[in-house]
T-cell receptor
Framework: QKEVEQNSGPLSVPEGAIASLNCTYS??????FFWYRQYSGKSPELIMF????GDKEDGRFTAQLNKASQYVSLLIRDSQPSDSATYLC????????????FGSGTKLNVKP | DTAVSQTPKYLVTQMGNDKSIKCEQN?????MYWYKQDSKKFLKIMFS???????INETVPNRFSPKSPDKAHLNLHINSLELGDSAVYFC????????????FGPGTRLLVL
């Protein structure tokens, strides 16, 4: 079982819609959760992080964490074509406190 | 100002060669990392150094040897390159070692022929 699982996609949504990206993790002791965006041929860039159960909003982005279900999600409201990228979920601070595990990413296509 | 830089950006080499990739960060961070991203976009940690001390050493072939001359630099040397080493190698840094926000370099695209 992989430490972090994501649906590889592609997830296609029309411009202006809400895109919902999901991630599950295996280490129940994980403490920090991150969403990175990676454009093709570029390096990952941090979009959001969340440490506590519940929702965290930043502009058009909302991260949701449910530690009981070991589930973290990212909602992108009013999706734009420029949001088209691969979104990587990352989880850290678990049984190996220093480690940071990435999912394989979900490719998002926002169609104009 | 580049926060995390890597050289070279592209590296094409023959099987069996030895090569090095360099990484530098000017963020004043204590911790640096090397990741490998394969063709399926899976990003996997290889090594991590905190204040020049190795703290994460994943199961990678011992042909890969990291070196941290100071906390702003983390280099990766690869001996006897193999076809399967072809990937994008990312350097990253974070303020400290407790797996908080990481900042990635631009990546080094390695192709072994």
């Amino acid at each position: 079982q992989k430490e972090v699982e994501q649906n590889s996609g592609p997830l296609s949504v029309p411009e202006g819609a809400i895109a919902s990206l999901n991630c599950t993790y295996s280490d129940r002791g994980s403490q920090s959760f991150f969403w990175y965006r990676q454009y093709s041929g570029k390096s990952p860039e941090l979009i959001m992080f969340i440490y506590s159960n519940g929702d965290k909003e930043d502009g058009r982005f909302t991260a949701q964490l449910n530690k009981a279900s070991q589930y973290v999600s990212l909602l992108i409201r009013d999706s734009q074509p420029s949001d088209s990228a691969t979104y990587l979920c990352a989880v850290g601070g678990g049984y190996n406190f220093n480690k940071f595990y990435f999912g394989s990413g979900t490719k998002l296509n926002v169609k104009p | 100002d580049t926060a995390v830089s890597q050289t070279p950006k592209y590296l094409v080499t023959q099987m069996g060669n030895d090569k090095s990739i360099k990484c530098e960060q000017n963020l004043g961070h204590d911790t640096m990392y090397w990741y490998k991203q394969d063709s399926k976009k899976f990003l996997k940690i290889m090594f991590s150094y905190n204040n020049k001390e190795l703290i994460i050493n994943e199961t990678v072939p011992n042909r890969f040897s990291p070196k941290s001359p100071d906390k702003a630099h983390l280099n990766l040397h690869i001996n006897s390159l193999e076809l399967g080493d072809s990937a994008v190698y990312f350097c990253a840094s974070s303020q400290d070692a407790d797996a908080r926000t990481q900042y990635f370099g631009p990546g080094t695209r390695l192709l072994v022929l």
